[in-house]
């Protein structure tokens, strides 16, 4: 393996959190703890059926209610501009337009927001809220995808349409093969920070915004497009962020409904939705059905794979997810079709979760190779390498680079996979039945556009600026682990301000794109200042040109925090104090935009996890002992934020097989295990010893770093690798999620 070259230059150790302390003693500032004077306090109501239309709402009570500023729903709500714009303004909704909160009457889910009450005080907006009373003209919802597979359509664009390699259905002519249907249940976000927002207008024209947002950039340009205001006049700031997964990649209706109660009321408001709210109105990973029929020869070569998939959006708003990309590239295939269908249902709309489409969508596909690899009687393994792609087999181009090999190899020794049984129910350890499953992740290796500005001081200190934001995988870390070895500067010696529409734009955090994109931000400035710097010290009057001396490039520079010195003689130097106060410099200043090019070859980032279980069949009781997570994700900036990273998907998907499933009583449409105690996440006590493993080989095209993103490859194949190592256990399939006690009991 090579070595991690990302170390703190002094200890040489990996560099820590440069945000860890701020976080575990309270001083990093989320979205809703923001100190603004005369502050309001808003409260969100909600419908109480899942569809039809609001026939009257007595908000009298509310409104005099002490401490009440204003109780606003679609009888009184100033109009959002941009709600007058789009495809045809005069109806209530489009398709692919989100919910225009407050908008007319139209009911779409249950716990839609239906009126914003507005107190001086939280206490009291909480009890007025309370007094809001609607009646309703009901209309028959639908929220069973089951029922309601006929309505299934292909979405609109060319990007959904039906993929096809060589033979349609060409499964068909293999010798052996599996045809089998994969439930996914609607799984919720769940992130420790609420949605909040404090809007606070500065004028007619001018907003400040801080909300929890994974892009700021993205969310001033929905707030520009909603009240029609220039880019000047909004600023959204959204440093800290307390998690995500995926639930902040967009800007919310109660988003749009603060600022608009922040306008009518003339003095700035807070909003946080409950803990409730966050099951109905922030988005979730849809519930899906796949149908996998897949073929292979009597010794192990796949024929064909026809990957099915239908999922739920929301009965206003197409939503879409790459549920069945991941079937296109990861195998030499020769005959693959995928098709992708969407099913209205009265909910909010799905937004992407971690491991957006392909971590649903390899729950399926990784589950099926382990069924065919079991009916063929080839170890899982040696069958996926049979069939391991050494191009792109989508594309017909070569990786940019690929250590998938390496990865079931260190894995498969860190498990003890060895010791696994081709037959299952094979091993046992007492009453307990134990079993080894596997499966694969991959996600593409993204990356977008972003400008950072680079400061350095005369004491040797380098500030970053840009505005992306981090939801918590590290992102000044890597900004500063990639600063400390390209300037030789300590972590301490680096400071990072980001999370600012005010600052260079940064792209949003999401795709794991931010490493490559912004990290190549970062590396440029760094180039380009050490050329500065290099200039500075070619002048004539300089140390480095005494005798005959030629000018200095900065290939021949040693860059620490003391200064500069010769390679070839490292006794010829100069501090950044002397140099910048020879040169009249009060600071060397750099702003630079990066962004990616485009190249022949498929990026992707790759992965492997393995898991060892046992089953208690009596019981239907399941524990995980051990699970081992290995990424070909290219360099490895920051060891330890990677593997915090890789612990976090094993954890996820430890959820997403086990536990999470949203229970719809669909009489009412309404979720009712909305809550932390009803929907069950993992804890302490179920997550095992996990073992993180990195090829930690460079991808010589994806950037200047070399890296690959990580960390949505860091939950896709768990779940599947769980599910294989329950059948392995006891010879019980579970294709549909989560795999819960009474489906392992035995008689």
Avoid at 141 to 146: C, D, I, K, M, P
Avoid at 517 to 528: E, K, P, Q, Y
Avoid at 628 to 653: F, H, L
Wanted: charged share 25%; glycine share 8%; hydrophobic share 35%.
């Amino acid at each position: 393996m090579e070595k991690d070259f990302f170390f703190d230059q002094k200890k040489n150790d990996p560099i820590s959190r440069v945000d860890g302390r701020a976080k575990v003693t309270g001083t990093a500032t989320y979205a809703a703890e923001h100190k603004v004077p005369n502050l309001a306090y808003g409260f969100l109501v909600g419908s109480t059926i899942a569809k039809g239309h609001i026939k009257s709402l007595d908000t009298k009570s509310a409104e005099r209610s002490s401490g009440v500023l204003a109780v606003i729903t679609h009888v009184n709500a100033p109009k959002i501009p941009g709600y007058q714009t789009g495809k045809d303004p005069s109806k209530p909704q489009t398709a692919g337009q989100p919910l225009r909160i407050f908008y007319n009457s139209e009911i779409f889910y249950y716990d839609q927001p239906i009126a914003l009450v507005i107190a001086d005080t939280y206490e009291r907006v909480l009890d007025a809220a309370k007094l809001v009373k609607a009646q309703y003209e009901k209309e028959v919802h639908q929220t069973e995808l089951e029922k309601n597979l006929g309505k299934a359509r292909i979405p609109s664009g060319p990007r959904k349409e039906d993929y096809k390699r060589g033979e349609a259905e060409g499964y068909k002519n293999a010798a052996i093969k599996i045809e089998q249907e994969y439930y996914h249940p609607v799984e919720v976000h769940n992130p420790m920070e609420l949605g909040s927002i404090i809007a606070r207008w500065e004028g007619p024209d001018k907003v400040t915004v801080y909300t929890k947002t994974q892009g700021v950039e993205a969310t001033k340009k929905s707030i520009q497009d909603a009240f029609k205001l220039t880019p000047e006049n909004v600023t959204v700031q959204a440093e800290h962020v307390g998690g995500a997964f995926g639930m902040a990649l967009r800007t919310w209706p109660y988003e749009i409904a603060a600022i608009m109660g922040a306008q009518k009321i003339g003095r700035p408001l807070k909003l946080v939705l409950h803990r409730e709210q966050m099951f109905t109105n922030v988005g979730y990973r849809p519930e899906t059905i796949q149908k996998i029929s897949m073929g292979a020869t009597a010794d192990g070569r796949l024929v064909g794979i026809t990957h099915e998939a239908t999922a739920n959006t929301s009965a206003y708003e197409e939503f879409t997810e790459a549920t069945v990309n991941i079937t296109q590239f990861m195998y030499a295939c020769p005959n693959v079709t995928t098709r992708y269908r969407i099913v209205p249902l009265n909910f909010c709309t799905p937004i992407w979760m971690r491991g957006p489409g392909e971590a649903t969508g390899a729950f399926a596909l990784e589950s099926a190779m382990d069924e065919l690899a079991y009916k063929l009687k080839i170890d899982p393994i040696e069958f996926r390498l049979r069939n391991h792609a050494d191009i792109d087999p989508e594309h017909n181009r070569p990786w940019s680079s690929k250590h998938l090999k390496e990865c079931y190899q260190m894995g498969a020794e860190k498990i003890g996979w060895k010791d696994r049984k081709l037959e299952p129910r094979t091993v046992k350890d007492g009453d307990w039945l134990v079993g080894y499953g596997m499966g694969i992740g991959s996600f593409g290796a993204m990356r977008w556009v972003a400008t950072v500005k680079g400061r350095l001081q005369p004491d040797g200190t380098l500030l970053l600026q840009c505005s992306v934001n981090d939801m918590g995988p590290g992102t000044a870390t890597m900004m500063t682990a990639i600063a400390s070895e390209a300037m030789g500067l300590t972590p301490d010696k680096i400071t990072v301000q980001m999370g600012n529409t005010q600052l260079p734009p940064g792209p949003t955090q999401g795709g794991s794109n931010v490493t490559s994109t912004v990290g190549s931000a970062v590396h440029d400035v760094c180039a380009g200042l050490k050329i500065q710097i290099a200039a500075l010290a070619s002048k004539e009057n300089s140390v480095f040109r005494k005798g005959k001396n030629p000018e200095v490039k900065a290939e021949d520079l040693i860059f620490s925090g003391d200064g500069i010195a010769l390679k070839k003689n490292a006794a010829v130097k100069v501090t950044y104090s002397d140099l910048f106060q020879q040169n009249n410099l009060p600071a060397l200043e750099l702003t630079k935009e990066s962004k990616g090019q485009e190249q022949p070859y498929s990026m992707y980032s790759f992965s492997m996890h393995f898991v060892k279980l046992r089953v208690h069949p009596a019981t239907g009781r399941l524990k995980i002992d051990h699970v081992v997570s290995c990424a070909d994700a290219g360099t490895i900036i920051s060891p330890k934020t990677a593997a915090s990273q890789m612990i976090g998907g094993a954890v996820g998907g430890i959820g997403m097989a086990l536990m999470e499933d949203l229970v719809v009583d669909h009489r009412f449409g309404r979720p009712i295990n909305n809550n932390l105690a009803d929907y069950h996440v993992p804890v302490n006590a179920d997550i095992p010893k996990v073992d993180v493993l990195f090829v930690n080989k460079k991808d010589p095209f994806t950037n200047p770093m070399g890296s690959k993103g990580l960390g949505e490859i860091a939950l896709v194949g768990v779940a599947p690798a769980v599910a294989n190592a329950v059948f392995n256990a006891t010879g019980k399939r579970i294709r549909s999620l989560p795999i819960t006690p009474d489906k392992l009991i035995e008689a």
